[in-house]
């Protein structure tokens, strides 16, 4: 089944504690970014991927950092989280940038 | 100014209506618009997709959009209740690399 698959889909941390939140796709899409959805705010971009070691910069980059060492896997990593990171989070993945499919979320609880 | 604006709602409809909903953007770089779907405690789907001006068709679902007046509209013929959920439109530029949501109308079809 093509599907796009994060890990943990729920977690609660502390301030400062380094997390990572794993993303994978199996459908051999070059695309892959991160977001995160907050009430009122709605869907923010991250960070994006065009390609392996090809990262950019979305609309809120800052306190997060990823890596796209392969195709498959596009990693978000908080090195010291803080309480307004506080969010849902969700990796998407395409075959070009405009038809995104997103993964089922992770809760994300920063103490 | 938020480069896509979308009333929250939320909007709520017997089974059977017509259901329009709508977005304005900003950005004239935009040339593509999408329509995603999210059910609660779900990810974003994929709905339907247009590039530039004109409509779409699929199903009971049609997207139209106006670049004139910077209007994106979705339109659900014959509304069900399974369509109860959130409906995000979302808008990018030729290469795709900053998609941008409105923040979604909350959508709620009784039978």
């Known amino acids: 089944e093509a599907q796009v698959t994060q890990n943990p889909r729920y977690l609660i941390t502390v301030t400062g504690k380094k997390l990572t939140v794993t993303c994978s796709q199996n459908?051999?899409?070059?695309?892959m970014s991160w977001y995160r959805q907050d009430p009122g705010l709605g869907l923010r971009q991250i960070y994006y991927s065009m390609n392996v070691e090809v990262t950019d910069k979305g609309d809120v980059p800052e306190g997060y950092k990823v890596s796209r060492k392969e195709k498959r896997n596009f990693p978000l990593i908080l090195e010291s989280p803080s309480p307004n990171q506080t969010s849902l989070y969700f990796c998407?993945?395409?075959?070009?940038?405009?038809?995104?499919?997103f993964g089922p979320g992770t809760r994300l609880l920063v103490l | 100014q938020k480069e896509v604006e979308q009333d929250p709602g939320p909007l709520s409809v017997p089974e059977g209506a017509i259901v329009s909903l709508n977005c304005t953007y900003s950005n004239s770089a935009f040339q593509y618009f999408m329509w995603y779907r999210q059910y609660s405690r779900k990810g974003p789907e994929l709905l339907m997709y247009t590039y530039s001006s004109g409509n779409k068709e699929d199903g009971r679902f049609t997207a139209q959009v106006d670049k004139s007046s910077k209007y994106i509209s979705l339109f659900i013929r014959d509304s069900q209740p399974s369509d109860s959920a959130t409906y995000l439109c979302?808008?990018?530029?030729?290469?795709?690399?900053?998609?941008?949501f409105g923040k979604g109308t909350t959508l709620s079809v009784s039978s």
């Open positions: 998407a993945s395409s075959p070009k940038p405009n038809l995104q499919y």
């Open positions: 459908m051999n899409h070059e695309y």
């Open positions: 979302a808008s990018s530029n030729q290469a795709g690399t900053a998609l941008i």
